[in-house]
Every structure is written in structure tokens, then in C-alpha cells.
């Protein structure tokens, strides 16, 4: 198990952004976290990446409760989310050697080297990232989460500023990742053409809680639903009808 | 701790200067204008004023070790505003990196910036108006390991306060130096100042390393009491801020600011 999520809570005030969460991701499985704006998936993602602190509940990342062992826990993870670019004054070398030195990658350079072939950088080595196109920054992003070979991947909508055809190419990218290691990834994502090609299970988040789980090529189905898009906008628009489901 | 995280910090740092000339130039432009502002204005005071005294160690010297104050303050703060500006707080933080090894990554940052800046001073003070940091001596050097620990605990303080007002809040780090300055005592003696500027002034590392540098370039020899009461102060300040500091970052991570930092507040 790379991931243990036991009931977790984060409140504000009197709103309860995240009630009572609990989900596990195993090694070389892909878990979609899905849910209409607001639902409170980045809020989870925040807490597991230990930049927010919950209300109630525990985390564990492979193993090791996050609370108690901030540094060590997350020495396993690494992230790319699409409101995380990174520095637009350093170069895309720069900021991944940055990165691998505060990941601890091992043999840095030669890692470097790896992900900028892998997600076809080499040519913009030495571009500063902030004139790279949105596309440009997403590989850049993604390439810096697989710096430090990374026990548990959270992708927040990882390709949604990418064209169809690279978009493809980096689903595929990130399936091979999961399945040759012992990475487990969570993902997030809107586009559920996506979640059902990639995932191997999904939770439907709404209101701070998971409403449903299961494998997004046959969860529409078990609901009397066409797609997954479909059963999307059920839980976006009448999360009660199916909570009693 | 891992240094490693930490020399990723310095590296950043670096990274940023190398080919930003506008970044290298206020590392000793600013002090630079000083010197020489300064240093004029000590010659000129030498040649009216009948009474023997050199103004150049007096005045210059001061303005030399305020300045230095004010780039190891502002070598922090400064290191801190790339990250505000670069808006790389999510970045950072969703890491393994620790706010000791942030913060000494300022720190040891700020350090090497100044060293820059300090050098620039003393190459002008001394080459153009033959100021000879001999004439301090080596009992001078505690002194200014003070006002390195006073910068440090001003910048890890104002890098609090950013923090937790949010970016607009840079504007507080510039007027800093400006205010704490005549309480400092850096040009004239404490005794100078009315009684509750004085007991403001004697809370002050800085305004003992100032009085006893008048007293050294006088021919007295300074007080060792005065050195441990600004060790001690200095000390002080530097737990205080790093308590300021951490609490600022641990609600940060409470309500959830770190990762919508540009928002400034939650409400």
C-alpha cells in the first residue's frame, strides 16, 4: 500500500471542505479521485502533500504517517498539478536539478538526463520555463514528479492544457510508469474519456465525501448509466439520489 | 536536517543571479552610493571643523557596518521575495524540504550576497577615502558578528511577516533599517537621545556594536559587558524571530495559505 487515507477531515468554520474521507492506493495501481468543482479533491491532494493541515484523520504514505514524519513521507511522493508550474525565471535543467536535490534523487544528472528524453525536453534544456508553451511547462511539471522515481505520483489534471495527441502520449507515459514500478498514482482529472482509459479505479467525490468506487469502465453501468461523463454530472447534480443508491 | 535540501536553496539563489544584472547590480550599488556619499561628507566635515577629529572612521566606518546590517537583513528577505514572486511556495513546501532547511538556505544565501556588497564597500572606503579597518581592530570583529545576527533575526522576522500578510506586504521589509536607524545609535551616542528613545535603544544589539565602535576609534577600549549584552540581545532576537517564523508557517499550513498564497488572506 503506497497510500492510506483514514478518515480524513479538514473544516472551515462551520464548512467541511473534506468529511470523513477514507481511500487507499496500492503499488502499480492508478486511482482516479473525481468530482465536479469544489468536491474537495484538491483539498485531499493538499493534505496528502502535507501543504494543508487536516482537521482530523490520518495519512500514511508507505507506511509512514505523514503528521509524525512530514520529511520522510514525502521523500516517496512527488506531484504535477496544472496551478504549479514552476519557476518561470530558471531554466527547465535548473529547476530540475533544484527539484533532485530536495527530492534526493539519485545520480541527478544521469536522472536528468532520463526525464528529459523521456518527455522529449532535451531540445529546451536550457529555456527558461516560463516562456515554454502551457503544453511545454505540463512535461516539464511531470518530468520533475518522476525525478526521484516516486513511491505515490498525485497528478492534478496532469494533461489539461495538452494537445490530444500529447495528451495520449503522456497517459501512456504515466500508465508505463505505473505498471514497470511500484509507483501507485493518484490522478485527477475532468475528462472522463481519460479516467476510463487510465484508471484502474475511481472515487467520485461530492460535498467532502466519496460517494461511489469502482472500475470507471463498468461503475456507469452498475448505476443504469451510459458513460462515466454521465454518471459525472449525476453526482455533480443529484449527489443525494445517489448516495441512497 | 539534510543539506542537500538546503544547497538546493543556495543553488536557486545562484541560479538567479548568474546573468541578472539586475539582480548582481543592488548586491553594492546602493552601498556603493553610500560610501561615497558618505565619504565626502567626511572629508568635508574634516576640513571645516577646527577640533582634530577624523570623521572619516567615525561617520564612514558607521555607515559601512549599518550598510552591511541592511544587505544581510535584505540578502534574506530578498532570497525569500524570489520565491513570493515566482509564486513557488506550493513547489517548495509539497516537498520533503523543512523550514529549517528553507530558512538556512536564506540565510546561508544572504551571507554569501553580502559578502559581495561588503567587499564592494570596503574596497571603496578604503581605496577612495582611506579608511583602514585596522584602526578598529581585532576587538571589532564580535561587534560585527552582532550585526550579522541582528540582520538575520530582522530578515527571517520581516520574511514572517510577509508570510503572513501575504505579498503586499513586501512593502514593510524596505522602511525596516530606516526605522529601527535612529534608535541604533549609529552616528551619535546613546546618550544623545531622550530617555525613552534610550531604553528603546539599549534593547538593541545593534546600538551596543555603534557605541562601543565610537569608543574603539577614540582610543578606549570597549566593553566586554556591552559585548555580552549584545551577544545575548542578538541571540535573543534570532530565537524570537525563528519562533515568529515557524508559528507564521505552521498557520500558513492550518488554513490552508501556502497553497493559495496570491490570495493574500482566505476570507
Same mark, same amino acid.
Given at each position: 500500500?503506497?497510500?492510506?487515507?483514514?478518515?480524513?477531515?479538514k473544516r472551515y468554520r462551520s464548512v467541511a471542505a473534506v468529511d470523513g474521507v477514507s481511500f487507499e492506493v496500492r503499488r502499480g495501481e492508478i486511482v482516479g479521485l473525481l468530482g465536479p468543482n469544489g468536491a474537495g479533491k484538491t483539498t485531499t491532494i493538499n493534505m496528502i502533500l502535507g501543504i494543508l493541515?487536516?482537521?482530523?484523520?490520518?495519512?500514511?504514505?508507505?507506511?509512514?504517517?505523514?503528521?509524525? !514524519?512530514?520529511?520522510?513521507?514525502?521523500?516517496?511522493?512527488?506531484?504535477?498539478?496544472?496551478? @504549479?508550474?514552476?519557476?518561470?525565471?530558471?531554466?527547465?535543467?535548473?529547476?530540475?536539478?533544484?527539484?533532485?536535490?530536495?527530492?534526493?534523487?539519485?545520480?541527478?544528472?544521469?536522472?536528468?538526463?532520463?526525464?528529459?528524453?523521456?518527455? =522529449?525536453? =532535451?531540445?529546451?534544456?536550457?529555456?527558461?520555463?516560463?516562456?515554454? $508553451?502551457?503544453?511545454?511547462?505540463?512535461?516539464?511539471?511531470?518530468?520533475? @514528479?518522476?525525478?526521484?522515481?516516486?513511491?505515490?505520483?498525485?497528478? =492534478?489534471?496532469?494533461?489539461? $492544457?495538452?494537445?490530444?495527441?500529447?495528451?495520449?502520449? /503522456?497517459?501512456?507515459?504515466?500508465? @508505463?510508469?505505473?505498471?514497470?514500478?511500484?509507483?501507485?498514482?493518484?490522478? &485527477?482529472?475532468?475528462?472522463?474519456?481519460?479516467?476510463?482509459?487510465?484508471?484502474?479505479?475511481?472515487?467520485?467525490?461530492?460535498?467532502?465525501?466519496?460517494?461511489?468506487?469502482?472500475?470507471?469502465?463498468?461503475?456507469?453501468?452498475?448505476?443504469?448509466?451510459?458513460?462515466?461523463? =454521465?454518471?459525472?454530472?449525476?453526482?455533480?447534480?443529484?449527489?443525494?439520489?445517489?448516495?441512497?443508491? | 536536517?539534510?543539506?542537500?535540501?538546503?544547497?538546493?536553496?543556495?543553488?536557486?539563489?545562484?541560479?538567479?543571479?548568474?546573468?541578472?544584472?539586475?539582480?548582481?547590480?543592488?548586491?553594492?550599488?546602493?552601498?556603493?552610493?553610500?560610501?561615497?556619499?558618505?565619504?565626502?561628507?567626511?572629508? !568635508?566635515?574634516?576640513?571645516?571643523?577646527?577640533?582634530? /577629529?577624523?570623521?572619516?572612521?567615525?561617520?564612514?566606518?558607521?555607515?559601512?557596518?549599518?550598510?552591511?546590517?541592511?544587505?544581510?537583513?535584505?540578502?534574506?528577505?530578498?532570497?525569500?521575495?524570489?520565491?513570493?514572486?515566482?509564486?513557488?511556495?506550493?513547489?517548495?513546501?509539497? &516537498?520533503?524540504?523543512?523550514?529549517?532547511?528553507?530558512?538556512?538556505?536564506?540565510?546561508?544565501?544572504?551571507?554569501?550576497?553580502?559578502?559581495?556588497?561588503?567587499?564592494?564597500?570596503?574596497?571603496?572606503?578604503?581605496?577612495?577615502?582611506?579608511?583602514?579597518?585596522?584602526?578598529?581592530?581585532?576587538?571589532?570583529?564580535?561587534?560585527?558578528?552582532?550585526?550579522?545576527? $541582528?540582520?538575520?533575526?530582522?530578515?527571517?522576522?520581516?520574511?514572517?511577516?510577509?508570510?503572513?500578510?501575504?505579498?503586499?506586504?513586501?512593502?514593510?521589509?524596505?522602511?525596516?533599517?530606516?526605522?529601527?536607524?535612529?534608535?541604533?545609535?549609529?552616528? !551619535?551616542?546613546?546618550?544623545?537621545?531622550?530617555?525613552?528613545?534610550?531604553?528603546?535603544?539599549?534593547?538593541?544589539?545593534?546600538?551596543?556594536?555603534?557605541?562601543?565602535?565610537?569608543?574603539?576609534?577614540?582610543?578606549?577600549?570597549?566593553?566586554?559587558?556591552?559585548?555580552?549584552?549584545? /551577544?545575548?540581545?542578538?541571540?535573543?532576537?534570532?530565537?524570537?524571530?525563528?519562533?515568529?517564523?515557524?508559528?507564521?508557517?505552521?498557520?500558513?499550513?492550518?488554513?490552508?495559505?501556502?497553497?493559495?498564497?496570491?490570495?493574500?488572506?482566505?476570507?
Amino acid at each position: 500500500m503506497v497510500l492510506s487515507v483514514r478518515d480524513l477531515r479538514k473544516r472551515y468554520r462551520s464548512v467541511a471542505a473534506v468529511d470523513g474521507v477514507s481511500f487507499e492506493v496500492r503499488r502499480g495501481e492508478i486511482v482516479g479521485l473525481l468530482g465536479p468543482n469544489g468536491a474537495g479533491k484538491t483539498t485531499t491532494i493538499n493534505m496528502i502533500l502535507g501543504i494543508l493541515e487536516p482537521s482530523g484523520g490520518t495519512i500514511a504514505i508507505d507506511g509512514i504517517d505523514l503528521a509524525k !514524519y512530514r520529511s520522510r513521507a514525502l521523500e516517496r511522493t512527488n506531484f504535477a498539478a496544472v496551478y @504549479a508550474q514552476l519557476p518561470g525565471n530558471l531554466t527547465v535543467e535548473e529547476n530540475l536539478r533544484i527539484f533532485g536535490l530536495i527530492y534526493g534523487a539519485k545520480h541527478l544528472s544521469a536522472r536528468i538526463q532520463q526525464v528529459l528524453t523521456q518527455f =522529449d525536453l =532535451d531540445r529546451l534544456r536550457h529555456a527558461k520555463c516560463g516562456v515554454l $508553451s502551457s503544453g511545454e511547462q505540463t512535461r516539464v511539471s511531470l518530468a520533475k @514528479a518522476m525525478l526521484n522515481d516516486p513511491q505515490l505520483l498525485l497528478l =492534478d489534471e496532469p494533461t489539461a $492544457s495538452l494537445d490530444p495527441a500529447t495528451a495520449r502520449d /503522456i497517459r501512456e507515459q504515466i500508465r @508505463a510508469f505505473a505498471s514497470a514500478g511500484s509507483t501507485g498514482i493518484l490522478w &485527477t482529472s475532468h475528462n472522463m474519456y481519460e479516467v476510463q482509459e487510465v484508471c484502474d479505479r475511481a472515487l467520485f467525490l461530492s460535498h467532502g465525501k466519496i460517494l461511489l468506487e469502482g472500475n470507471p469502465k463498468t461503475l456507469p453501468a452498475e448505476h443504469g448509466l451510459e458513460s462515466l461523463e =454521465d454518471l459525472f454530472i449525476a453526482v455533480a447534480r443529484e449527489p443525494l439520489a445517489l448516495e441512497r443508491s | 536536517m539534510r543539506w542537500q535540501r538546503t544547497a538546493a536553496i543556495l543553488l536557486r539563489q545562484f541560479y538567479l543571479l548568474r546573468g541578472s544584472p539586475a539582480r548582481i547590480l543592488p548586491l553594492f550599488a546602493w552601498v556603493g552610493i553610500d560610501i561615497v556619499l558618505w565619504g565626502f561628507l567626511s572629508r !568635508y566635515l574634516n576640513a571645516i571643523t577646527a577640533a582634530r /577629529i577624523n570623521f572619516v572612521p567615525a561617520l564612514l566606518g558607521a555607515v559601512l557596518l549599518w550598510d552591511f546590517f541592511i544587505r544581510i537583513m535584505q540578502g534574506v528577505t530578498t532570497a525569500f521575495l524570489e520565491d513570493v514572486w515566482s509564486r513557488n511556495f506550493l513547489n517548495f513546501f509539497a &516537498t520533503p524540504l523543512t523550514v529549517n532547511e528553507y530558512v538556512s538556505g536564506l540565510v546561508l544565501s544572504s551571507i554569501l550576497t553580502s559578502l559581495v556588497g561588503l567587499a564592494a564597500m570596503l574596497l571603496l572606503a578604503t581605496s577612495v577615502f582611506g579608511l583602514s579597518f585596522f584602526i578598529y581592530g581585532a576587538t571589532a570583529v564580535p561587534f560585527l558578528f552582532v550585526l550579522f545576527l $541582528s540582520g538575520i533575526a530582522l530578515g527571517v522576522f520581516a520574511t514572517g511577516l510577509v508570510l503572513w500578510q501575504g505579498p503586499a506586504a513586501e512593502w514593510f521589509i524596505w522602511p525596516m533599517p530606516a526605522l529601527i536607524s535612529p534608535f541604533a545609535a549609529v552616528f !551619535y551616542p546613546r546618550a544623545t537621545l531622550p530617555p525613552w528613545m534610550q531604553a528603546v535603544s539599549s534593547i538593541l544589539p545593534q546600538s551596543y556594536v555603534f557605541e562601543n565602535l565610537r569608543a574603539i576609534v577614540a582610543g578606549h577600549a570597549p566593553s566586554a559587558a556591552a559585548l555580552l549584552v549584545a /551577544i545575548v540581545l542578538a541571540f535573543a532576537y534570532i530565537l524570537l524571530a525563528a519562533w515568529f517564523f515557524t508559528g507564521i508557517f505552521r498557520r500558513a499550513v492550518r488554513t490552508g495559505l501556502i497553497a493559495r498564497y496570491s490570495a493574500e488572506t482566505l476570507n
